[in-house]
T-cell receptor, first 113, second 112 residues
Framework: KAGVTQTPRYLIKTRGQQVTLSCSPISGHRSVSWYQQTPGQGLQFLFEYFSETQRNKGNFPGRFSGRQFSNSRSEMNVSTLELGDSALYLC????????????FGNGTRLTVT | DQQVKQNSPSLSVQEGRISILNCDYTNSMFDYFLWYKKYPAEGPTFLISISSIKDKNEDGRFTVFLNKSAKHLSLHIVPSQPGDSAVYFCAAPRGGNTPLVFGKGTRLSVIA
């Protein structure tokens, strides 16, 4: 069974630009969550989608948005990039959320210059 | 508000000895806990979990202990191996269909 796939693996963008990251969950998983990892801050929750609906949202500004498609694939978008947005963005899928363990992709490393 | 806290950012252990990673939580409503391991350039992988109805769960070299009265859990790795060198995160769901809350992680270095 293929794991969670995130593309691209690396991105370099300039301040003010926007970026779209993609995530393909494990087949059959309907919940997709996004996390931001920065040094010293651990994993900060961005949002979770279940059956194309945003079910949960973390404390990030509106510049961060996402969506989920009918095949459970998900994208997240960051507009008007800031230097502080440089981070590893991790996508995770699970069967139904709740106590189902999350299965993470290898992440997209975003660098904003 | 850091509901799950890992107060040791790093830990160094000799190969073959026991590694003990600690995690404290503040929300007494948490009833399920998970540990994840993360290697550089990879996503975290699920390691072991424990429900609040238990105080211990064992899987091979990995054992998680839960002390509900102290709101504390620990992950024991015995014996530690160089391949265990990674960042370890503890996590808990806030209940219902809410996402996992993660600690900031502890970097374990196992020295041969």
């Amino acid at each position: 069974k293929a794991g969670v796939t995130q593309t691209p693996r690396y991105l370099i963008k300039t301040r003010g630009q926007q970026v779209t990251l993609s995530c393909s969950p494990i087949s059959g998983h309907r919940s997709v969550s996004w996390y931001q990892q920065t040094p010293g801050q651990g994993l900060q929750f961005l949002f979770e989608y279940f059956s194309e609906t945003q079910r949960n949202k973390g404390n990030f500004p509106g510049r961060f948005s996402g969506r989920q498609f009918s095949n459970s694939r998900s994208e997240m978008n960051v507009s008007t990039l800031e230097l502080g947005d440089s981070a590893l963005y991790l996508c995770a899928s699970s069967l139904a959320g709740n106590n189902s363990p999350l299965h993470f992709g290898n992440g997209t490393r975003l660098t904003v210059t | 508000d850091q509901q799950v806290k890992q107060n040791s950012p790093s830990l160094s252990v000799q190969e073959g000895r026991i590694s003990i990673l600690n995690c404290d939580y503040t929300n007494s409503m948490f009833d399920y806990f998970l540990w994840y391991k993360k290697y550089p350039a990879e996503g975290p992988t699920f390691l072991i979990s424990i429900s609040s109805i238990k105080d211990k769960n064992e899987d091979g070299r990995f054992t998680v202990f839960l002390n509900k009265s102290a709101k504390h859990l620990s992950l024991h790795i015995v014996p530690s191996q160089p391949g265990d060198s990674a960042v370890y995160f503890c996590a808990a769901p806030r209940g219902g269909n809410t996402p996992l809350v993660f600690g900031k992680g502890t970097r374990l270095s196992v020295i041969a």
